[in-house]
């Protein structure tokens, strides 16, 4: 890993929501499409049930994992990997995703935490990536705009 890839990616915004309007954002579809480059999530939210973000367009699955943890309106983690990646399929080249929900006087805070890259074959590439396409700064800014937009 280059000096410049760190091991995760952090990011929060002040969203002024409820966190179970910011929680509806996150895990339904109608949200998700808006803000995740135009992928449904699917899930039936049980653990280590799949995680699948899919072409709202093509139904094409362009990134799948499973569910780690889901504490309604406080805590969502999953596993990521790109279904046609060059490396394989195993526990431990998927990244984790966690989103943590917390009450602020303004609002509520969303924070995203996404790695572990330091440890997940083409982990340098994968972060690259993520960053070239805006980090999750950019995610986070439309998930803002989608929840505050919608009431």
């Known amino acids: 890993m280059s000096t410049e890839t760190k091991p995760f990616i952090e990011s929060s915004v002040i969203i002024k ?3 179970a309007e910011v929680w509806k954002a996150l895990t339904t579809a109608e949200a998700t499409r808006q803000y995740m480059f135009g992928c449904n999530i699917e899930s039936d939210w049980t653990p280590e049930s799949p995680v699948l973000w899919r072409g709202n367009e093509d139904g094409m699955v362009y990134v799948k994992g499973k569910l780690v943890r889901f504490e309604k309106e406080k805590t969502l983690e999953y596993t990521v990997i790109e279904p046609n990646a060059p490396y394989p399929d195993t526990p431990e080249n998927h990244l984790h995703v966690t989103y943590t929900i917390a009450a ?3 609002g509520t805070r969303l924070d995203v935490n996404h ?3 330091s440890k997940v074959a083409d982990g340098e590439k ?3 990536h993520t960053i070239a396409d805006g980090g999750w700064n950019a995610i986070l800014a439309k998930i803002k705009d989608v929840v505050e937009q919608s009431l």
């Open 126 to 128: 994968r972060y690259g």
């Open 17 to 19: 929501a409820t966190a």
């Open 115 to 117: 790695g572990d890259f």
């Open 104 to 106: 602020e006087p303004e």
